[in-house]
């Protein structure tokens, strides 16, 4: 390897500087790669008075730990000039780019660490492949602190929701993103209201006057601190979180009547067992034209044919089977302008059902019917190639909880909020990806 590849791979651009010698040498119990750099005598001006001067005032050697070069641990001894101004008598360093003033890491293998970071990699495993302590990469990302934190602006749509944290804050902290652009906004040690409330407070109002839409789940507080400091917003209930009020209705009353089945009719009890997750489903999202082979039957069916001989065994599964339908009906064929007639007349029907898995549903829907209605206006900020209507979820944020467990578990978990923070700030608004907000129904 030449001079001038050692100096390529050491990633120096400074043309002025150049190596003046190398070998090997054992550091820290392992093999070494020693390489002695110095840069050219120039004119050099005076950080002081601006005025030049080649004049050396002595020379100084700075050990510079660098990335890994064939393998092996590579240390940089950087032989520095100390000039003397001839004006103002005032000595300085040479100015260079290898490293810091006081750095005792290449600013390559800072760049290195940087990079690494933005992957889900532990801090332990970074520290290996840099040859450096965690201790260090720990340090280089509280550095990252300043940059990632929020500027205190805000989007017009933001999403709300939160994830389970680090111990010394609590069960949950709060997360808010913006799914127009991908963005995580901020996070927040946990969503108690009065911190939140401080914390929104503190954004100058003209920003907070720009929020148009906030995308949450049925949380009263994140309801309650909405209305408090976003004067002209929306709030939307994730359609996700209400619909599964349904399905947790039904599948109570589904579990129920099998348990019942156990010991009055063995067979069906069985099939409904082994195929719930049809009867949970919407029915037109089901492929019941394409018969196949069933054991249990040992002949060819279809899923409609299974779900029949379910329904048949229970009129309580039956009631419970139509009112999930007519529900998921309603989410996929209402408007805006119908849903509020049609969620009435739906949560009437609930009543009049008198079943009590669906009492929970009831008082959800009469408790944030606003909200729910509100989940039907379209989404004015997806780009429609088609003709179907994109609607405003919480998908984006609710898809960042596997993020943030990816992180935690490769971390083999955090003890620090603001490094978890960071981590996650960092890693995720730099992957520098265009998307769009999908349909999510």
């Known amino acids: 390897m030449q001079y001038n590849d050692i100096t390529f791979y050491l990633g120096i651009k400074d043309k002025e500087m150049k190596i003046i010698d190398q070998c090997y040498k054992v550091v820290d119990g392992r093999m070494a790669k020693i390489i002695k750099i110095q840069r050219n005598q120039v004119e050099t001006p005076c950080p002081y008075c601006g005025k030049k001067t080649k004049r050396v005032h002595d020379y100084r050697n700075q050990k510079i730990k660098h990335t890994k070069l064939c393998d092996y641990d590579t240390y940089i001894i950087y032989r520095k000039r100390r000039y003397v101004c001839m004006g103002c008598n005032k000595r300085f360093y040479e100015p260079n780019s290898v490293t810091p003033k006081y750095g005792k890491l290449s600013s390559h293998l800072k760049l290195k660490i940087l990079q690494l970071l933005k992957k889900k990699v532990s801090m332990t495993d970074i520290g290996d492949i840099t040859n450096v302590s965690t201790s260090t990469v720990l340090r280089t990302l509280k550095s990252l602190q300043e940059f990632v934190s929020n500027h205190r602006t805000l989007p017009e749509v933001i999403c709300m929701d939160e994830f389970r944290s680090v111990k010394n804050v609590g069960n949950y902290s709060f997360i808010m993103g913006d799914p127009t652009e991908g963005k995580i906004i901020d996070i927040l040690p946990n969503r108690f209201k009065k911190d939140l409330l401080s914390y929104f407070r503190k954004i100058d109002i003209k920003e907070r006057r720009k929020v148009k839409y906030v995308i949450m789940d049925a949380w009263t507080t994140y309801r309650d601190v909405a209305k408090a400091v976003f004067p002209n917003a929306i709030i939307i209930a994730d359609r996700f979180h209400y619909i599964r009020q349904i399905y947790w209705a039904f599948n109570a009353i589904r579990i129920k009547v099998q ?16 195929n719930w997750k049809a009867l949970i489903a919407y029915s037109k999202n089901l492929n019941g034209k394409q018969p196949f082979y069933s054991r249990q039957y040992k002949r060819y069916v279809t899923v409609f044919d299974i ?12 009631h419970a089977y139509a009112l999930k339908e007519q529900f998921y009906d309603i989410v996929h064929t209402s408007t805006y302008e119908t849903i509020e007639t ?15 898995e669906y009492n929970g549903v009831i008082t959800a829907f009469t408790n944030w019917k606003q909200e729910i209605i509100n989940s039907f206006i379209i989404n004015e900020h997806v780009d429609r190639d088609d003709n179907e209507n994109y609607y405003y979820t919480n998908g984006y944020i609710e898809g960042l ?8 578990r490769v971390a083999f ?26 349909k999510i129904v």
């Open 342 to 356: 049609d969620l009435t007349n739906y949560s009437q029907t609930l009543v009049d059902s008198g079943l009590p």
């Open 259 to 274: 348990d019942q089945l156990y010991k009055t009719n063995r067979r069906i009890y069985n099939i409904m067992k082994k």
């Open 413 to 438: 978990g955090y003890r620090n909020f603001d490094n978890f923070k960071t981590r996650i700030l960092y890693i995720h608004n730099n992957k520098n990806k265009n998307r769009k907000m999908k």
């Open 307 to 318: 779900i029949d001989d379910c329904l048949q065994a229970s009129d309580e599964l039956a």
């Open 401 to 408: 909880n596997n993020f943030i467990k990816v992180i935690k």
